[in-house]
């Protein structure tokens, strides 16, 4: 069955320090995007950054980069120099049958992270 | 620029009282999604369309019904609601088959609380 596990439900960094968000998965599909999503305290859904399971190399987007290490079916995620709005929730997501007919997106539970400043 | 657009954004029902979730998107998506997020448990796919026409259970399926015969709207109802339905719902809206760069564009969600 796919899943998505985040094993850190909370965590708190130093204003300006890096930071990595760990997520796991399972899928027996060779096909399946990977995502990350923020929720601030306001609630809305924002999207961050997105990998492919065929691409080779590691997106990043800005602050955010995406370690994928397929062999571990780990897709974490890193950002540089965090600043104090980055304190949020943070969705680690999955898209299973990946541009398919079935298409859909599975959630982990989720990190509140907390920059300290 | 509207993308998709969640009514009402509050709510709250006594048991028993029903009620319809309305998600609305205007960049022709045709894929459309119905989650719940509550408190240590990420969001839950409830229902999902693949199209007009169409629709398909997720994960937490009970207790909702859902329909899709505009390509651009997805209702979610709730017949009969209970307070384990408190919750807040996420609609999300995708048009697959391409690589998703952009990601899912989700709504800003309706918090539903059931008294």
């Known amino acids: 069955a796919q899943k998505i596990t985040q094993t850190q439900p909370g965590m708190f960094v130093q204003e300006k320090e890096a930071v990595t968000l760990d997520c796991t998965y399972d899928t027996s599909d060779p096909s399946y995007g990977l995502f990350w999503y923020k929720q601030p305290s306001s609630g809305e859904m924002i999207f961050l950054i997105y990998?492919?399971?065929?691409?080779?190399q590691n997106a990043t987007e800005g602050r955010y980069s995406l370690n994928f290490q397929k062999a571990r079916k780990s897709a974490n995620l890193v950002i540089s120099a965090s600043q104090l709005g980055d304190s949020a929730m943070y969705f680690c997501?999955?898209?299973?049958?990946?541009?398919?007919?079935?298409?859909?997106?599975?959630f982990g539970k989720g990190t509140r992270l907390h920059i300290l400043p | 620029n509207a993308g998709v657009t969640q009514t009402p954004k509050f709510r709250v029902l006594k048991t028993g009282q029903s009620m319809t979730l309305l998600c609305a998107q205007d960049?022709?998506?045709?894929?459309m999604y119905w989650y719940r997020q509550d408190p240590g448990m990420g969001l839950r796919l409830i229902h999902y369309s693949v199209g007009e026409g169409t629709t398909a259970k997720g994960e937490v399926p009970d207790g909702y019904n859902v329909s899709r015969l505009k390509k651009q709207n997805f209702l979610l109802g709730l017949e009969s609601a209970a307070p384990s339905q408190t919750s807040v719902y996420f609609c999300a809206s995708a048009q697959t088959g391409q690589r998703p760069n952009y990601g899912y564009t989700f709504g800003s969600g309706t918090r539903l609380t059931v008294v």
């Open positions: 997501a999955m898209s299973v049958a990946f541009m398919n007919r079935d298409d859909k997106i599975i």
């Open positions: 990998q492919g399971s065929y691409d080779q």
């Open positions: 960049m022709n998506h045709e894929y």
